[in-house]
Nanobody
Framework: QVQLVQSGGGLVQPGGSLRLSCAAS????????MGWYRQALGTQRELVAL???????NYADSVKGRFTISRDNAKNTVYLQMNSLKPEDTAVYYC?????????????WGQGTQVAVSS
């Protein structure tokens, strides 16, 4: 059994900052890629940022220079620091892990957390 639990999020004014966290627990042998996705109302889920087990990162063009993804392998946790937030960043954010557990590699999703950017 593997579980991902997200924290953070909420309402912030334009230009503000938020930090999201996502921690995995359970029968985990290893975690390869960790990532963040988001889904705004009426749109498809889109990639925000990824980080590999080696620390290589990849960002959507819309968040480059404003968002930073990082991971703590000892805690099986990924973070998303979001700065200079814009109203168009409003969405439900989901973490996504590729986890090797009990001999099986699977993709797991967090429960989602709402981020709202509004004045």
């Amino acid at each position: 059994q593997v579980q991902l639990v997200q924290s953070g999020g909420g309402l912030v004014q334009p230009g503000g900052s938020l930090r999201l966290s996502c921690a995995a627990s359970g029968s985990i042998f290893s975690i390869s890629t960790m990532g963040w996705y988001r889904q705004a109302l009426g749109t498809q889920r889109e990639l925000v940022a990824l980080i590999t087990s080696g620390g290589v990162t990849n960002y959507a063009d819309s968040v480059k220079g404003r968002f930073t993804i990082s991971r703590d392998n000892a805690k099986n946790t990924v973070y998303l620091q979001m700065n200079s937030l814009k109203p168009e960043d409003t969405a439900v954010y989901y973490c996504n892990f590729n986890i090797l557990s009990l001999g099986t590699l699977r993709t797991y999703w967090g429960q989602g957390t709402q981020v709202a950017v509004s004045s």
